[in-house]
Nanobody, 126 residues
């Protein structure tokens, strides 16, 4: 499995969850990872991204200030820490990856990513 997302669940509004994405990073030379989400009946949307080389992550406006992306190099894992969750954050969350860094304007482009994880469901109750 190239990407394996986990950590979803049910949480009340205002609560927190941390998602994990275990990446076969070295085998496939994955250097750029992102989180997307898809709510029921809606298109998949970009949440944020991180370059394994260490620059600051980028975030969608809808999650900025509430979500934080980080990485653990030793564990080949990227995390999505979600705080102050809202019912509108309810979605299936996916991690995605590609080999090369993306410019800012391309990071929300789903087609730019070569690998996708299976998704993990986050449900936020009001």
């Amino acid at each position: 499995v190239q990407l394996q997302a986990s950590g979803g669940g049910l949480v009340q509004a205002g609560g927190s969850l941390r998602l994990s994405c275990l990446a076969s990073r070295r085998r496939f030379n994955m250097n750029f990872l992102a989180w997307f989400r898809q709510a029921s009946g809606k298109d998949r949307e970009f949440v944020g991204s991180i370059y394994w080389g260490g620059e600051s992550p980028t975030y969608a406006d809808s999650v900025k200030g509430r979500f934080t992306i980080s990485r653990d190099i030793a564990k080949d894992t990227v995390y999505l820490q979600m705080n102050d969750l809202k019912p509108e954050d309810t979605a299936v969350y996916f991690c995605a990856a590609r080999q090369n860094r993306l410019v800012l304007s391309e990071r929300a482009n789903e087609g730019a990513y070569n690998w996708w994880g299976q998704g993990t469901l986050v449900t936020v109750s009001s």
